[in-house]
Every structure is written in C-alpha cells, then in structure tokens.
C-alpha cells in the first residue's frame, strides 16, 4: 500500500502547486510633474498637499483609512480621476489606484504626506486570471489522479495485468499533465505597481490658514480639528 500513498501525496501536491503567480513591478515612473486642471483648496494646518498622476492612467485614487483583515479596507475616494491635487492629514497611508477602463489594472502603494507639497506618480499593477482554465484544469488533474491511483492499486491486485494496471497509470498520468498545464496557463498572475514621490524644487510649505473645527476619519480613527 505504501505505493498509492506516494501517489495520494503527489496528487495533492499537484493540486496546489502553481496556483499563482508574482510577477515583476514595472519600471519606476519618471519625475515629469502632471498638469492638474482643477487645484486642492488650501491645506488645514496638520495637512499636506499631493499631487497624484497615474502613468496607465486615468484612475481613480483611494485613500486606505482602516484595515478589517487580511483582505477587507475602508476606503475614502481622494481622485475621481488622475491627474489631481489631494490634501491629506500629515503621514503615511495606502492608496489605491484603480484603472477607469481596465477592471484588471489596478495597484495600492505608500504616500508619504508632508507640510511641503509633493509629486506621487503611479504606474498601476496588473491581477491576471482565467477561471475557467483553472477549474477546468483543477477537474482534470483530479481525475487523472484518480485513474493513476487506481491503475497504481491495480499494479499490487492479482486480478488486473500488470500491462493494464501500467496502461492505466500511463493514461492517469498523461491526463494529470494535461490538467497541470492547464491549471499553469490559467494561474492568477500579480503584478504590484511602482511609484516615485518627490518634492518639486522650490516648493515651500503653504501659509497657514484659519483654523476651523471640523470631524474627520484618519488611519486610526477619528480625529477632531480645532
């Protein structure tokens, strides 16, 4: 018996092998400043101002203001579309860039918010998949699997030929190969995007305008401003 056992782990091995895939970011974009039809309004006094363009663009930018998992974000809509001018409290934070005409083109990357006004040039990432390969190939492979470990079990049974029993290991193997390939073909492919931020030379920190109290999410909550 120990023969189907090394043939069982196999196929599970085979199941889950090359289900996705990373793929290489693309190259950092250059520091060309994007021409903004429509500017921020002045920054509140523990703001920063940003502007954001998109290589592969046009895209729409969110704002990550709280993680729920591995998977699951509160979002805030910073961009309707790129090129645009955003100010944000002073820090880090994720934001999202997702294509307007590509719903597989699409990225999330840091930036850093600052009292000096800075440049954030994305170049979005790719998520890749064919599902129907992927089922089809998972399908496949199963049931090549099955007719292997048969024809393996068969190989040690004194009612079946041992050129059967090997026959059918054959065919269970050719039909598992077929779903391997198919189940490689069809595999998610992720690609992170790239960014470049900088500070534009001679760009000063705005003046400070009137304070006014106001309520308003950030990464860790809620903040309040005077």
């Known amino acids: 018996m120990k023969l189907d056992r090394v043939v069982g782990s196999a196929l599970l091995l ?11 970011p693309p190259p950092v ?3 060309v400043v994007p021409q903004v039809a429509t500017q921020a309004d002045p920054p509140a006094d523990d703001e920063g101002v940003v502007t954001i363009d998109a290589t592969n663009g046009p895209a729409s930018v969110s704002v990550v203001l709280l993680t ?3 998977s699951g974000a509160f979002t805030k809509s910073i961009c309707a579309t790129t090129p645009c001018t955003a100010n ?3 820090g880090s934070y994720d934001v999202v860039f997702a294509s307007k005409s590509d719903p597989s083109v699409g990225s999330t990357d840091a930036v850093q918010v600052a009292r000096t006004p800075s440049i954030m040039r994305h170049t ?3 998520v890749e998949s064919s599902p129907g390969l992927q089922i089809g190939g998972i399908t496949t492979a199963t049931l090549g699997g099955c007719v292997l470990l048969y024809g ?3 190989l040690t049974s004194s009612f079946t030929s041992t050129t059967t029993s090997l026959a059918t290991v054959g065919v269970g193997a050719a039909i598992t190969a077929i ?3 198919m189940m490689y ?7 992170p995007g790239s960014s470049v931020q900088w500070t534009p030379e001679g760009a000063t920190p705005p003046s400070k305008p009137s304070k006014q109290q106001a309520l308003y999410l950030t990464p860790n909550g809620m903040g309040y401003r005077f």
């Open 152 to 154: 393996a079990i068969s």
């Open 29 to 31: 974009p250059e520091k």
């Open 88 to 90: 944000l409290p002073l």
């Open 185 to 191: 073909a069809g595999r998610t492919r992720i690609q």
């Open 124 to 126: 979005m990432g790719t």
């Open 179 to 181: 779903g391997l390939y």
């Open 68 to 70: 729920v998992g591995r």
């Open 14 to 24: 085979t199941l889950g092998a090359g289900c996705v895939a990373h793929v290489p």
